[in-house]
Structure formats: C-alpha cells, structure tokens
C-alpha cells in the first residue's frame, strides 16, 4: 500500500514489520509513545523543498525571493528550519508575526500579508522593522502612512491586486478573481488611484505590485494571461519604481493517488516566463520576482496519525470508522470538501479493500474526514495515517468539543523529537477568569 500511496506520503516513507515507516521511524512506536492523534513532520522533506524551491528561482528568476506563507504552518522549530535554508517568511498577523521573530527571522526577511490589519498590528511590523508591509485596502494607506509617520520610519510597501483572473480551484482559496475581499481591482480606476495616493504617502517607499490567484493550483496556465493583466497595470502607472512583483504561490500538491501536480521546477520556470514575457512585451526590465509557497512547502512532509476507537457497520448502508480526531485537527474536509486518501499504519501491506466512511469523534454528522475511504479491514485500535496533511491541519485546529490540540514531532535519520506538546485539560481553561 505504501507504493500506491508514494507520492502522497512523505518521500523515502516505507515499511518494516508490516507498519509505516517515516524518516527512518516507526509510526507504531511513535504512537506508543506521544499518543494519538498525532501529527508527524519529515524534516528533511521541508529542507529539500525549501532548497528546490531556491535553486528552481535562482535558475530562472535569478534574484529572485523565496517567502514562505507561514499561515500553512507556523510552528517555531519549522520556521526556524526554513529560516536556516535562507528562505523569507510572509506573515498574516501579529501573531505569525510574533512567531517569526521568536523563530529567529529577522525582521527585513519579514513580509506582513492581510485584507484588514488593524492599528496594533501595523505598529508592532513598523516597530520591529519588518522588510515590506503588502497594502490590501484603501484604508491601511493612510493608516500604514501615519503610524510611520509616528514611529519616524519610512516603509517599504508593495499593493496587492486583484488580476480578475479566476484559477481552477475550489472557490474558498481563490483568490485573484474580481469578486475578492484581497486588494485593489484593476477596474474602475480603483487600482490606480492606490498607486497614486502611495506614491504621495510621505513615509511610504512603493516598490511593487502583488497578487495571488489562489491555493491548491493544478493547471499553472492561469499564470500567462495573469502576467500580462498585470504588465498592462504596470505600464500603464508608469512603473519604474514599481520594480517588485509579487505573484504569490498556490503550488498544489497530491492529496490522492490520481493527483499529479506540476513539480517546483515546472512552477518557477512557468511562472518565471510567463512574467519575463509580460514585462518584456511592455519594453519594461523584468522585475525582481518574489514567490510565496506554502502548502507545496510543507504539505506533504507531514501526516496526522490516529487511532480507530469505533467501527460500525449498518448493513445495506456503510461501515462507520471512528478515530479520536476530526474537525478539531483537520477542518479542510469540512471546509471546502479536501479529499485525502488514508492508509491502515500498522498493517501497511494488507489490502485496503474495505470502503468506509472515516469520521471523527465530534458531535456533528458532518465531521467526516473521508466520505468513501478504502483501508484494510479497519478494526477497533488500529492506526490510521492521513497523508499529506502538513499544511493548515495544525494552523487550523481548534478545541471544539473540548478537545486538545495535538502534538507534534519532527523526524529525521531514525529520530523523533518532540516540538509541540499535547494541549492539556487545563490549558483549555487557562484564559478563563476563575469563578467567584
């Protein structure tokens, strides 16, 4: 099963004893040891793409930028990992803000992201003096403006656009079409009189244009006609100081055995010439190229591990498998409909046969993480991995039902340690005010 699965698992993943094996550890024994669910990092994986992804845009884009969307992933000991392989970090929030800072980036390889940055945000970039703040709306100019004035800095800034280019995928991670709660519209002037007004902004230095098109990209031709739409902005703003571009991320990655995604190289050649051609038609100078992975980066290098506690079946219906997870560790099934494809983990090599309908132990019908799952005669204490699962199951996991958060740990050469301890009981009332 192991080779069927190959390209969803992590690379090198394989089997001993009849169970999974990653980064030369025993999952079984993973389990054993820091309990289920469990979700479990390959670290040589993230560092390969980190350096794929480097050496792919240095190639064709050469001074290129390579940020990773922390928002897939923020955890301290991964960020600090990539920050080891000199890739720069995009933020959404004070938050993954103050991660990257306490994973060791400093501030000029910081870029802060997102559609509503309120005045405590702003402050705390500007403050710790981080490297490009992306302007989303009408109303942070003024505010970014100001709050610079204040601080006696002058910010470098780049706008994000709407291309009004619609991807081929689900319609939650879109996002370069028109209708759009990111950035300025190229139509109706809107985009220009951005342009217009940072450039009179004081303490605002604008060295470029942004624009992400979405998540989960399979078809990377979206990427042409997405290159000239913005081409045509920049020659039409009289851009030689926009000299930056932005054209974000959105590599899709193999969730299932039928999924074939482009390859890093493919991306960063696509990407690369599709904007060397744009910029080229216009007679205007390529623009430093800045790429934003995220998913692609760490997606495949994790799995989540769980343990079967229930298995019913309904006769003429379905078989019901329960696991002591769900919707508060994996909510993208839920979300957008993900479809992932699991695997029995300590009997790896037996037919998965059975098809079942994966759920979690949740108080809602619609906790289902596989609707139609084929495993192996699933039974009560079994292990079920789902692979492909290290981007956003972490960052999007909650404690509905009371549950804990899970732990995690990174694997290497045989090695596991652990970087995010198990939420307790009383860490899940550790904000509330004691009763009187």
């Known amino acids: 099963m192991v080779g069927a699965l190959a390209h969803v698992l992590p690379e090198g993943a394989g089997e001993r004893r009849g169970h999974l094996i990653i980064g030369g550890c025993d999952v079984v024994e993973l389990a054993d040891e820091f309990g289920t669910p469990l979700v479990i990092f390959d670290e040589r994986q993230i560092r390969d793409r980190a350096r794929r992804y480097r050496t792919a845009l240095e190639q064709h884009a050469p001074g290129g930028t390579v940020i990773y969307a922390s928002k897939a992933y923020s955890g301290l000991t991964a960020l600090r990992l990539l920050h080891e392989e000199g890739v720069e970090v995009d933020v959404a929030s004070g938050g993954e803000l103050f991660a990257a800072l306490q994973a060791g980036f400093p501030p ?4 802060m992201h997102g559609n509503n940055k309120d005045a405590r945000e702003i402050s705390e970039a500007l403050d710790a003096g981080v490297g490009t703040i992306v302007i989303d709306g009408a109303q942070e100019i003024d505010l970014v403006d100001g709050i610079a004035a204040e601080l006696g800095v002058r910010q470098r800034v780049m706008l994000r656009l709407t291309p009004g280019v619609d991807p081929n995928t689900h319609h939650a991670i879109a996002t370069g079409q028109v209708d759009s709660k990111f950035g300025f519209p190229l139509r109706d002037g809107i985009a220009e009189r951005a342009v217009a007004a940072v450039r009179a902004a004081p303490n605002l230095e604008l060295i470029g244009v942004d624009a992400h098109l979405g998540s989960q990209l399979l078809d990377l031709s979206v990427f ?4 000239r739409v913005l081409a045509d902005f920049v020659a039409s703003v009289g851009g030689d100081d926009l000299t930056h571009l932005d054209i974000g991320g959105g590599l899709g990655i193999a969730y299932t055995r039928g999924d074939r995604p482009p390859s890093i190289e493919e991306f960063c050649r696509t ?11 216009k007679g205007m100078a390529t623009p430093r190229l800045h790429i934003e992975p ?3 980066m760490v997606g495949r290098a994790g799995v989540t591990l769980y343990r079967v506690g229930g298995v019913k079946e309904i006769p003429g219906v379905r078989t019901y498998v329960s696991v ?8 993208r099934p839920m979300l957008y409909g993900a479809v992932y494809e699991p ?12 098809t079942v309908r994966l759920v979690g132990k949740h108080c809602e019908s619609g906790d289902v993480l596989v609707a139609d799952a084929m495993l192996a005669d699933p039974r009560v204490g079994d292990l079920v991995c789902l692979p492909a699962t290290g981007a956003y199951g972490v960052a999007m996991a909650n404690n509905y039902n009371g549950q804990p958060r899970p732990a995690v740990v990174m694997v290497q050469d045989g090695a596991a340690r652990l970087v995010t301890r198990r939420e307790t009981y009383e860490d899940l009332i550790s904000r509330e005010i004691p009763v009187a």
């Open 108 to 111: 000029e390889r910081i870029h």
């Open 224 to 227: 042409a006609p997405a290159a």
């Open 271 to 281: 990407v690369a010439t599709a904007v060397g051609e744009a910029w080229a038609e």
């Open 294 to 296: 995220g998913r692609s």
């Open 324 to 331: 002591d997870g769900g919707m508060s560790d994996q909510m």
């Open 343 to 354: 695997l029995i983990a300590n009997r790896v090599t037996a037919p998965h046969t059975d």
